[in-house]
């Protein structure tokens, strides 16, 4: 009997006829069983009732009693579901609570948030739903001064930090030429801005030149968890971790500002929520802060209402607006990123559709012309006749956002203006409309008016939400509004590093300028800086600039040497 056992399962089994095989196999097994209890054979009754089958598995053979025994069957073993969609009922009409938006990315497939979000690489494949504020982590040297998703995800991000740092070989330089000076000995920086491999570069180019760092993220979605980990392994205090809730943003970067015996003398922001902040609930600390540097256009905004109202206690540097900023980091590299953030999280293609471009600045321009390449059908609003013009001359039509609503396949915001995408609008909206933001601040798209009851939420893949109305329409809101290339993507390395440099030179040049250069005002950055960000980059290229000769100096009034344009010319 037993022979005849273990012959019936060395041979494969169909797997159409597994369940019939298996249900006859129990009944003989059970049969000749309680033919040898009669004879007292007790062996053979312990082997019956080991393969013996309930009731249940009579209906559904289980197939995990015989893993061990047979690899045919065992290749058949059904895989648990992890995805639930939407007859499953999981809806998202709520905004969802602090608790909530922490459960949130684990209750996605963990495949399709790696296929569809780089950032999301290591750490998201995590299943700890712990707050990183209830945890209790330090690093190898016994350092707890960080709040970051997993430390032990470090090594990973090392690895992040060391590959962008081969893109960003000018930053690397910068930082080679200037640490045995330490230009930025004694400077206390407190920071506020995408935690991505590429910003670990600056933070620790910013360390190697002298400074202190206290880091805090600008974007709930943006950070790449390992290499918070990694940053915070190397001892910087790092507060940040992907999908951090409303209240874990602020938390964070109060945490940044607020430390005993530790008092920053200078900001480095992205977007004005770190400056903000520190005006709101710590004003006194711009009693010791030399200066502010700040990237966005939704920052460089703010400042310009505190110096008008009178209220820009400490000079600022609008980084936004230099030619090196301007021209590579908000055109190029929007240009690039603006597909990846919409393939990643869409699949969609883009040859024939209506794509609606609302701003025609340097973003709107670059996501115009990468569209435009893949044949779309572009649109372009504009309040600005100058940016209008330019658009029209580059084959565009311009028109009114309300006039082009209802054919329109992507709706894109590049403006840092508020509400340009109201609700009414969204309600006018074709089946299937997929809505964006790339501009810094999540403002743009009235996100806020769709947290109603009457309509539904579905998250159906990582930054990807279905709103539903009641008559079935759909429309697809990416990263809830906010940044799209940086929340469902990445962004080119190289572009990184030219705003990285500038950023850093603007530091260095803020602190260590003599007392009476810079009021208590927002200033440009010098002309010949810029210049010499673009040189750095030169190389990577292998271009060779053409120098002047003395005669033709004196012709045009120029140094040699640079700045080669006026302040007032228009790259």
Request: charged letters at 25%; a neutral charge; proline letters at 4%.
């Amino acid at each position: 009997m037993a022979e005849l056992l273990k012959k019936s399962l060395t041979v494969p089994v169909p797997v159409e006829a597994r369940g019939v095989k298996e249900a006859l196999k129990a009944k003989e097994v059970k049969e000749n069983a309680n033919a040898e209890r009669a004879q007292g054979g007790e062996k053979i009754k312990a082997e019956a009732d080991k393969f013996s089958l309930s009731p249940e598995a009579q209906k559904e053979p289980n197939l995990a009693a015989f893993n061990n025994d047979s690899g045919a069957i065992a290749a058949h073993k059904p895989v648990k579901k992890q995805i639930q969609f939407a007859d499953e009922k999981q809806e998202f009409s709520k905004f969802p609570t602090k608790t909530g938006r922490r459960s949130l990315s684990r209750s996605i497939s963990q495949s399709s948030t790696d296929s569809y979000s780089s950032a999301a690489s290591y750490t998201d494949s995590s299943d700890d739903e712990t707050s990183p504020r209830d945890k209790q982590q330090t690093n190898s040297k016994n350092n707890s001064d960080f709040c970051v998703k997993n430390i032990k995800q470090a090594e990973f991000g090392r690895r992040e930090i060391e590959i962008a740092e081969q893109e960003m070989s000018a930053l690397v330089a910068l930082r080679k030429r200037a640490q045995g000076e330490k230009p930025l000995a004694g400077a206390k920086i407190v920071g506020c801005t995408h935690i991505t491999a590429q910003t670990a570069v600056l933070i620790e180019t910013l360390g190697a030149l002298g400074a202190q760092c206290r880091w805090a993220a600008c974007n709930i979605y943006s950070t790449q968890n390992e290499v918070a980990a990694a940053l915070a392994e190397a001892g910087f205090a790092v507060f940040a971790w992907k999908g951090e809730s409303e209240d874990d943003f602020w938390w964070c970067i109060d945490c940044c500002v607020k430390m005993n015996g530790w008092q920053p003398n200078m900001i480095l922001d992205d977007g004005g929520d770190l400056t903000h902040w520190v005006y709101k609930k710590y004003p006194n600390v711009f009693k010791k802060i030399r200066g502010i540097v700040e990237e966005s256009v939704t920052g460089v905004h703010r400042l310009y209402q505190l110096s008008k109202a009178g209220k820009l206690c400490v000079p600022a540097m609008n980084v936004n607006d230099s030619v090196t900023k301007q021209k590579f980091d908000n055109l190029y590299c929007c240009r690039e990123s603006i597909l990846d953030g919409l393939k990643r999280t869409t699949d969609v293609m883009f040859g024939g559709k209506q794509v609606v471009v609302c701003g025609y600045g340097e973003v709107g321009k670059g996501c115009c012309a990468a569209l435009k390449a893949l044949g779309g059908i572009v649109y372009v609003t504009e309040i600005d006749p100058i940016c209008a013009l330019q658009a029209c001359m580059d084959g565009f039509r311009v028109m009114k956002l309300n006039e082009v609503i209802r054919q329109g396949d992507l709706i894109i915001t590049c403006t840092g203006n508020k509400n340009v995408v109201t609700r009414e609008q969204l309600d006018r909206m074709k089946n299937g409309c997929i809505v964006c933001n790339m501009g810094h601040s999540n403002t743009e798209i009235d996100v806020a008016s769709l947290r109603t009851p009457e309509l539904t939420w579905e998250r159906v893949r990582s930054q990807v939400d279905h709103v539903i109305w009641p008559d079935g329409k759909r429309v697809v809101l990416l990263a809830e509004g906010r940044l799209l290339n940086l929340s469902c993507s990445t962004v080119p390395t190289f572009v990184l590093s030219i705003t990285a440099t500038t950023q850093a030179l603007a530091l260095i040049e803020l602190y260590n300028a003599p007392e009476g250069r810079y009021k208590q005002d927002v200033y440009l950055l010098p002309k010949k800086m810029d210049e010499y960000v673009a040189s750095l980059h030169l190389p990577t290229f292998d271009a060779h600039l053409t120098e002047l000769s003395d005669d033709q100096a004196k012709y045009l009034g120029l140094n040699k040497n640079g700045p080669f344009k006026p302040n007032y010319y228009r790259y």
